[in-house]
């Protein structure tokens, strides 16, 4: 059984792959240590790219490759690369980022001193340099301690902001995905929003290293920078999967919050095609939603309750 498999899903990213695959090449630790690309047919050879990196390689890194027939999708490929993972945790890597050379060393040396974490996070830096404050802030300005299993301080940093889980740039433990159940939805975009609601559902302990592991490259052409109508219905399924588990009793304030941050990334597909805001009202929980949140007084801060003042008046009149 290998220690760590790293999942590197490929496409559209010429210009970038080589120098992904190669960092994950290039690491200080290869014992224990499996790589898994996917290859989900992209138009350009950027999966011809990486399997001649890998077949020159020689060293002791086991790699697998899967080729899809057709293009499936980000989730797709994700969800199939951890079930053929055969490592202890799992490092999910965008192929138009990289890693530095100690990234899985540094990460697997505090799962080994934390093996209860359920993620163990380093630190994204951005090549966009005015992008980097947004990326340490979570883990440097807040002094976040190193380790964590108390699961309620967890949420509420999860819900100032203060700490993120993402899917990049951490050892997941793959009992933890399986256990739960926890995949990515197949067939939307900004499949993270739901992933990372799931997950900060059940996760009980988080260790968090202290050193950039991880640069993350803003592509314009990335499926988070795109808007096109055809995925309007990410809208509706992203929302029923985030509102179904809510427990309108004792809801935790991190689910709201990821219900507002997902509203907010989808602005500019609103402000495209109003039919997406529509699928995103049409769930009638909203308005249950909205009569706890001002029973519960001042429990939520003004944003949140003026988010779901629109979001009851939508809902409202779709109803009528």
Known sequence: MANVSVIIPIYNVEPYIEECVQSVLNQTMTD????????????????????????????????????????????????????????????????????????????????????????????????????????????????????????????????????????????????????????FIQGVVFEDFSWHLDCSRKIKAIALASKDTYFYRYNENSIMNSINKKYIKSVAINSDHMLSGIDLGKFYRIELFKIVEFIHIYDDMIGECPLALMEFGKNKIFSELYKTVFKKGGFFNKIYKELLIRLFKINMKLSR
């Open 32 to 183: 224990g240590l499996e790589c898994i690309l996917v290859d989900d047919c992209g138009k350009d050879r950027s999966a011809e790219i990486a399997e001649s990196v890998i077949n020159a390689y020689k060293g002791d890194i086991k790699i697998k490759f899967i080729h899809h027939e057709v293009n499936k999708g980000l989730s797709c490929a994700r969800n199939n690369a951890v079930n053929a993972a055969e490592g202890k945790y799992v490092f999910f890597l965008d192929s138009d980022d990289y890693i530095t050379p100690d990234c899985i060393e540094t990460l697997w040396n505090l799962a080994l001193k934390y093996p209860n974490a359920d993620f163990v996070d380093g630190i994204s830096y951005s090549l966009d340099k005015k992008q980097n404050d947004d990326f340490h802030l979570c883990l440097t300005k807040h002094h976040l301690p190193e380790y964590c299993d108390d699961a309620d301080f967890i949420r509420r940093e999860l819900t100032l902001n203060h700490y993120h889980i993402n899917c990049t740039n951490a050892l997941i433990k793959k009992e933890f995905l399986t256990s739960n159940n926890i995949s």
